[in-house]
């Protein structure tokens, strides 16, 4: 699989957070990218399309990103689900960890950290 | 150096790091009541528990916000709001893992609160103002703990 091909779900409130990270993802070939703003729409949106990757976050209205990943990963427990975050501490990603995330980045996460990302997802040799 | 003053340190920091170096701070000013302008704010929650927030005239927090954002904000200054509020959500955010990793205290955020319209937030205890100058104009931040 390549970049190209991934399926990429980003759930943010933050506009700015979701346009740093769309820009390193296509930076990196990615194509496929689809935003929501809080966690009840990414479990929705999940469930509809099945992204390969899911960019979440943690405080969100509506439902907040580590209840979305738990939920998530009931439904699909191979879900490959990264926080990304401001609230990076130790409790939050215990928490995280706990809830299904595969790994945790602290915001503002850097191009070279989302491209790490998708090549454990593809495989690719970076 | 008591929670308040490792905030504000940190506040200086991340607004180098991520908007513009101040030039200077005003007199830390204790204030009675969450000013009428003050419509960006966020609440730490948890061990430690305080209300920050963000307030200036529209210019001022425009300029700031496209600082940030790196954006040009004068076809869409309906996002001012939301992006200062992001600063203020990243900057709580790293304080609060800095909370966590050098002192063990474990806390969270709320949604930051940007609507114009909505009811200002609880304060907890004594209401502080720090005036922040930037080359822009000055701003003021609010922080108010609950001891």
Redesign the interface.
């Known amino acids: 699989m390549t970049n190209e091909e991934l399926k990429i779900l980003i759930c943010d ?5 979701r346009k740093s990270l769309r820009d390193a993802l296509k930076n990196a070939g990615c194509t496929e990218i689809k935003e929501v703003y809080d966690g009840q729409s990414a479990v929705d949106s999940y469930k509809e399309d099945k992204p390969d990757i899911v960019f979440l976050d ?4 509506v439902k907040d990103g580590i209840t979305a990943a738990r939920e998530i990963c009931e439904f699909d427990e191979n879900a490959y689900i990264i926080m990304v ?8 990603l215990r928490e995280a960890i706990k809830a299904g995330a595969k790994d945790f980045l ?3 996460p850097t191009p070279e950290q989302v491209k790490n990302v998708l090549s454990q997802v593809t495989g690719e040799e970076r | 150096m008591s929670k308040k003053d490792l905030y504000m340190a940190e506040l200086i920091f991340n607004l180098g790091r991520f908007v513009e170096q101040p030039l200077g701070l005003g007199p830390e000013e204790r204030l009675s009541q969450i000013p009428e302008n003050c419509y960006i704010s966020q609440h730490i929650k948890g061990d430690y528990t305080a209300m920050t927030g963000v307030y200036g005239s529209d210019d001022v927090l425009k300029s700031f916000a496209e600082k940030y954002s790196k954006m040009d904000l004068s076809a869409e200054p309906g996002l001012m709001g939301e992006l200062v509020a992001d600063f203020l959500n990243l900057h709580n955010g790293l304080f609060i893992v800095n909370l966590s990793e050098s002192e063990n205290i474990e806390s969270t955020l709320t949604v930051p609160s940007f609507d114009p319209n909505a009811a200002p937030g609880d304060i907890f205890g004594e209401l502080y103002s720090v005036s922040v100058e930037f080359p822009f104009g000055t701003l003021c931040f609010l922080l108010s703990e609950s001891l």
């Open positions: 409130d933050s506009l700015l957070a943690i405080v969100m209205p975050s401001s609230v990076g501490t130790q409790l939050h602290q915001k503002p």
